[in-house]
């Protein structure tokens, strides 16, 4: 006879925890983690930024237009995918200035 297997709870389940679904315990871990370690450390006040991992530096940032915008100079018509991206690559040139700021800030902050 079969012996049936139990399911791993949900914390334990990696699956689960790199899914989609799992995306809110991920980053309840973000919080509650490292102000365990700040417990353990007694460290008192902290500062958090909040933003996007991709939003990259304003010099990556360029990089990446320049090379986007070479691009579709070298194309007679430009293809909807190839445009779609230079609009992508526009704004996160546009939004890297707020990567800078908030790298500033942290250096004055600290």
Do not use: C, W
């Not at 991920?26 to 006040?45: A, G, H, I, T």
């Not at 909040?50 to 320049?66: C, M, Q, V, Y």
């Not at 070298?74 to 990567?99: A, G, I, N």
């Not at 790298?103 to 004055?108: D, E, I, S």
Request: net charge positive; proline share 5%.
């Amino acid at each position: 006879m079969k012996k049936n297997k139990i399911p791993l709870r949900a914390y334990e389940n990696l699956e689960f925890l790199h899914s989609p679904e799992g995306r809110v315990i991920r980053m309840l871990s973000e919080f509650y983690e490292p102000q365990k370690r700040f417990k353990k450390l007694s460290v008192r006040d902290t500062i958090v930024f909040f933003g996007s991992a991709r939003t990259p530096a304003p010099e990556t940032a360029k990089k990446n237009f320049l090379a986007i915008q070479k691009k579709i100079a070298s194309h007679k018509k430009p293809s909807k995918k190839l445009l779609q991206q230079f609009d992508d690559l526009k704004m996160k040139l546009d939004m890297s200035k707020y990567y800078a700021d908030a790298v500033q800030l942290a250096y004055l902050l600290t």
